[in-house]
């Protein structure tokens, strides 16, 4: 069982960056992959990107493709996502989630999810 903490949400301004944290605890991410998700105010829950831990190989979604980046430590336990260029669309609450590592199931699928953490774009 892994237990996921998100961190690093706030409010900044359209055009600014922030980075989101996700610290694991009660197992290491080595033997995990991990995503992120969003969900906007009145909007379904939406998948972000995921990455590979072993390998660092990620994947995003369309609508964030060239402006975010996901990256992990190893020796801290955390994945961060990095998230540049934001813009109003970008506000919702950002969850960070993980699986066991199979590389036969869709990269949407997850079973273990943090509690979010709260990112607004405003002027």
């Known amino acids: 069982q892994v237990q996921l903490v998100e961190s690093g949400g706030g409010l900044v301004q359209p055009g600014g960056s922030l980075r989101l944290s996700c610290a694991a605890s009660?197992?290491?991410?080595?033997?995990?992959?991990v995503g992120w998700f969003r969900q906007a105010p009145g909007k379904e829950r939406e998948f972000v990107g995921t990455?590979?831990?072993?390998?660092?190989?990620?994947y995003y979604t369309d609508s964030v493709k060239g402006r975010f980046t996901i990256s992990r430590d190893n020796a801290k336990n955390t994945v961060y996502l990095q998230m540049n260029s934001l813009k109003p669309e970008d506000t919702a609450v950002y969850y960070c989630?993980?699986?066991?590592?199979?590389?036969?199931?869709?990269?949407?699928?997850?079973?273990?999810w943090g509690q979010g953490t709260q990112v607004t774009v405003s002027s």
């Open positions: 989630a993980a699986r066991k590592f199979t590389r036969d199931r869709p990269l949407y699928e997850y079973d273990y």
């Open positions: 009660g197992s290491t991410f080595s033997v995990y992959r």
């Open positions: 990455i590979n831990w072993n390998s660092g190989w990620t």
